[in-house]
Every structure is written in C-alpha cells, then in structure tokens.
C-alpha cells in the first residue's frame, strides 16, 4: 500500500425512514433551503411529499429548482445559483441520484462565489466558499452522496469536467434503500455498471504486487454489487438487494476503496466522459462500452489483473483452468461482457445508439481529461484505437 489522506467527513444515516430527520438537520444549517431535484420521478413516487413535509414541519422555507437532467448541464446550474443567491438560500438540499447531487454541489459552490463558474471545472480557480449541502440519494450509482466530486457538462463546449473540494462534501447523506425499489430494471442495471466501474478503475490499473485489504474490499463488494442486480433481474423489490446495492454505491467512489492502492489511475471514466457529453447517453451506459473496449486494449499490460478479477469476482476458477493467459483474460473480457448483455446495458456505440461516434472529438476532450487528471501514458492513438474496439 502506498502512503494516503482519507477524510469523509459525510455522516451517512442508512435505512428505511431515514428522512424523517431530514427537516430538523437542514434547519440545523439554515432555514431557507434551495430543494434541487429532476423531473417528476420524486414526485410520483412520494418522495417528494416526505421531504417537504419534513422541512416543513422543521419551519424551513423552501425554493425550488427542479429540472436536472441525467447529465446535469451548466447553464441550469447557473440558473440554480442565480436563484439561491436572489431567495437567500442559506442551505442546499439535493434529493435525487448522483446527477442531482452533482449539480447542487456545483449550485452550492455558485451561491457563494463570484465570476464564471466554469473556471472551477477547468482548473483556473479553486474553491473557496459553499452553501452546506444535504444529500438525499434515490438512484445510487455515483457515490457523490459520500466524496467532493462534482461532475457537470458544459452544454455550449460539449465538455464533460469536474471539480472537487472539501467544502462540496455534503453534510449528511440519507440513504433509504426503500426509495430505490421503484427504479426501473435498465437505470438500475446503468447505476449498477457504474458503481462497478469506481471499483474496477484502480483494481486493474493498480501496481502494488500485494494489497490484501483494498483488493478484498474491491472484490466482496463487487461481488454483492453482481448478486444483488441478478437478484432483482428475479425480483426488482428485493429490499435486501437494493440495500446492498445503495451501500455499496455509496462506499466505492467514496475514496474508501482506492486509497493507498499504488499506480490507480481512471481511463475508463477519461474516455467515457466524452460520450456522455456529447450524446447525453447515461453514464453506466457509457462505462459498459467503453470497459470491454479498454480492456481488449490493455490486456497484455494487465493480465493478471483481468485474470483475478475472473476468478475472484466472476467466480470463473474452472472455466479458466488450463488455458494460456492470454486465453484467460479474453475469456473474462467475454464474460463480462455477456453480463452487461443479461443485464441490458450495451456493449458497443451501435448498441448505445451512437450510430455516428465522433472519434475525433471525444479524443481531444480524453486528452484534456487525462492530462487534468493524471492519467499518464495515452497517446492519441491509444485513445483511438480503444474506441475502434468499441465498435467506432
């Protein structure tokens, strides 16, 4: 293990009928909340009733911004902090999935900060002020609930970038799994790529020879993650299964799983980010074109890591048996693949309904993110040839 900070200052209250507290927390913090949310899923499933019930009952007043999209969208984030600043909103409550609480965190840093807010995702300035957040999780996948994150797309640019500061850690995240058992079978199987992806970033691009405890965290939790969708591909009400699937989405890009594993790096999430951006499909969707793509790409390079994470978290010890290495590998890479199938998420462009990918694009805004981000060693003909294997 290499050397690491980890401070998640996020209280975490787990369980059905957490949000009872929701209204006396966020009048701990303030007593005029800007109530962030999508489109009217909350509202038909009750949810939204529950939390303004709740900071009502608290004497907390309310103003709305409803309205973000599945990949949340600068000028509606500026249209968020334009109000809160004119309602004098003194706390943010977010009440949705991950795109939701990215874009109340971008709106909580806008609220207090002056000029263009679009220098904070390019890296021109840092953060220095936010409105506390609260963070109520529906649709776990991000794990923006619990981490510093926040992603959003400039819709002028197409670029897809983020940014992250202590200060956009929300206070307290809620996470009822109750909330989650009406999310319809292929957002969940999106959600439940995504929530892979966090953890299969660093397992198979880290260097440590031995990392007994990260690596154990990455493969029981990857392998609830599995179960728990096979579960609810039986029964999508499974309360048990949603459960696990919120926790674990809440844990693996909390910044628990990663730290200290020697050599992590996110290439999948560098080439996934200009999908999303430019054709707003959902971004487990992205992630489960892009992997088998990245994979076939690094196989000779990671092998052995592929390798375990057929036998550890796949399960596929006999079918791998007696086979060359290289034979092994492809045959996880394969498997994989026929579970994002089972599981209704695609697997190339065509399949994603990007019938035109614009190669070009997507690798000058990979080549941004992977110099932003610290992803060494892609040229851009690497990035190419991982999208021609995606099917480009």
Known sequence: MQPFQLQIPTQARFGVGVLDSLGTETARLGKNALLVYGKQSIKRNGVYDTVMASLREAGVSVTEHPGVKPNPVLAHVEEGALLA?????????????????????????????????????????????????????????????????????????????????????????????????????????????????????????????????????????????????????????????????????????????????????????????????????????????????????????????????????LRMGESLSGLSEAAQADLVISTLEQWYKKIGTPITFAEGGITEPLVDEYTVQAMVLGKTWGVPGYTEQDIREVYRLCGA
């Open 85 to 313: 600043k004119r309602a004098g909103a003194d706390v943010v409550v977010a009440v949705g999935g991950g795109s939701v609480i990215d874009a109340a965190k971008a709106i909580a840093l806008g609220a207090r900060e002056t000029g263009d807010l679009w220098d904070f995702f390019t890296r021109k300035r840092t953060v220095s002020a936010a409105l506390p957040l609260l963070a109520v999780q529906t649709v776990p996948a991000s794990s923006s609930e619990m981490n510093a994150v926040s992603v959003i797309t400039n819709d002028a640019t197409k670029q897809k970038f983020s940014v992250r500061s202590p200060l956009l850690f929300p206070k307290i995240a809620f996470l009822d799994p109750a909330l989650t058992t009406t999310i319809p079978m292929e957002y969940t199987a999106y959600a439940c790529t995504d929530i892979l992806s966090h953890m299969m970033e660093g397992y198979f691009t880290s260097t440590d020879p031995w990392a007994p405890v990260q690596d154990g965290m990455v493969e029981g939790i990857s392998r609830a993650v599995i179960d728990s969708t096979d579960r609810l591909l039986l029964d999508p009400t499974d309360l048990q299964a949603r459960s696990a699937i919120m926790w674990a989405g809440a844990l693996a890009w909390s910044g628990l799983v990663n730290a200290g594993v020697g050599g992590a790096t996110i290439p999948n999430h560098m080439l996934e980010h200009p999908l999303s951006a430019h054709h707003d499909i959902a971004h487990g969707a992205g992630l489960s074109i892009i992997i088998p793509g990245w994979l076939k790409f690094a196989r000779d390079r990671v092998s052995n890591r592929i390798i375990r994470f057929g036998r550890e978290i």
